[in-house]
Structures are given as C-alpha cells and as structure tokens.
C-alpha cells in the first residue's frame, strides 16, 4: 500500500479523532458553565389553633404548583442559572393550610369558580422571585426575595380579602460553595414566607370566622 496513501488515512483518523474530542469538550464546557440547583425544602407545622368549622378550597397559580427558574441578564462572569422549585412552594403553604383548617381541598387549575357560600377560596400566585449574587451585590451574601399574592373571597357572602406575602433570606459565602449558599438562602427565604403567611391569618382568623358564620 502506497505509503502516502498511509499518511493520508492516519491524518483522516486523526483529524476525526480530534474533532470527537472537541466536541466533547464543548458539551463539557456548555455543561460545566451552567449552574443547576433543586430546592427541596420542608417547613415545621405551624403551633395554632385550628378552625374546623371553616371548609376551605385552595386554588395553586402553576408556578406554586411546579416552578422553574431560568437566569437572565446576569453579569459576563457569572454562569446562568437554572432553579428547580418542584413543588416546594405548593407544600409551604399546604404545610400552613393544613394547620389552620380540617382538610382543605385543592382545586384543579382549571376548574370554574366556586360560588359556594360554605367555602372560603383561597388564590395563590407567585408574584415574584428575585435574587443577587456577590458579584452583582459587591458583598459576600447570596440574597433572596419572594412575594406571593393571596385572594380570600367568599361572593356569597360578599368577602373578598387580597394580601401580599413577602420572604427574604441571605447566605453569607463563608465556606460554603455558591451552590449551596444560594439554596440556604433560598430555603431561609421560603421559611421567613411561612412566618409571614401565619401571622396573617392568625390576624385576619377573627374576620375570616365572622363572614363564615
């Protein structure tokens, strides 16, 4: 076999060799640069009173139900990011719900309203998720925000309450690598939202029980 013939072959290998391994760099790279995180956090039930007498339907906005985040317009040295709430916001507030009332009924997203006037509805949105990170803050902290939109409305009865909930919670970096610093905060942030949530409706209780009676 003609020995240039050789020479010609072995460099097609090789260019095809390398053109595999750049390939997989690339995915690697493509890979590597983008930051996923799954927040799975579970909060303490609520010490209250609960009400029986109150029958409750509970209307979840699709992201409480399954929310994901995708970064955009971060800084040219941070990597995008990729948050995967699941179904973390839904057993926040069933956690809450289910402290304060007898086996509140979820409804399915598409259902009609529901002008029963045995039944307090209870909307809930995502309205907002927000954060920063050190390099965008100039600090070493990784922050979080939260803000919910809640709807309590009864027509029968002419009831109609909208709150808006909040939560934050900050990570210092310390030892801790950007991963895990953001869900810390993430999960701080999710536990400060149930504190606030409860003492809502420990304070609106009295009003939600008056209208019901």
């Not at 095809?16 to 590597?32: E, H, K, P, Q, T």
């Not at 039944?119 to 949105?125: A, E, G, M």
């Amino acid at each position: 076999m003609p020995k240039k013939f050789l020479q010609r072959m072995y460099k097609i290998l090789m260019m095809n060799a390398f053109n595999r391994i750049v390939s997989f760099l690339l995915v690697v790279v493509i890979y590597g640069c983008s930051q996923s995180l799954i927040v799975n956090t579970n909060i303490p039930s609520p010490l209250v009173n609960q009400v029986d007498n109150i029958r409750v339907l509970v209307n979840y906005d699709e992201n409480i139900i399954n929310y994901q985040f995708k970064s955009t317009n971060i800084e040219k040295n941070e990597s995008p990011w990729m948050i995967e709430f699941n179904d973390s916001h839904k057993k926040l507030f069933d956690k809450i719900l289910n402290g304060f009332f007898n086996d509140p009924i979820q409804m399915e997203t598409s259902s009609e309203p529901l002008n029963d006037n045995n039944y307090i509805v209870i909307n809930i949105k995502l309205d907002k998720f927000e954060f920063l990170t050190p390099s965008l803050a100039s600090n070493d902290k990784y922050s979080v925000w939260l803000k919910y939109n809640i709807l309590l409305t009864n027509p029968e009865r002419e009831y109609s309450k909208s709150w808006d909930i909040t939560g934050y919670g900050e990570q210092e970096t310390a030892s801790l690598n950007q991963n895990q610093a953001l869900i810390n905060a993430i999960d701080l942030a999710l536990r400060d939202t149930g504190a606030n949530f409860t003492i809502k409706m420990e304070e609106e209780m009295e009003s939600i029980i008056s209208v019901m009676e």
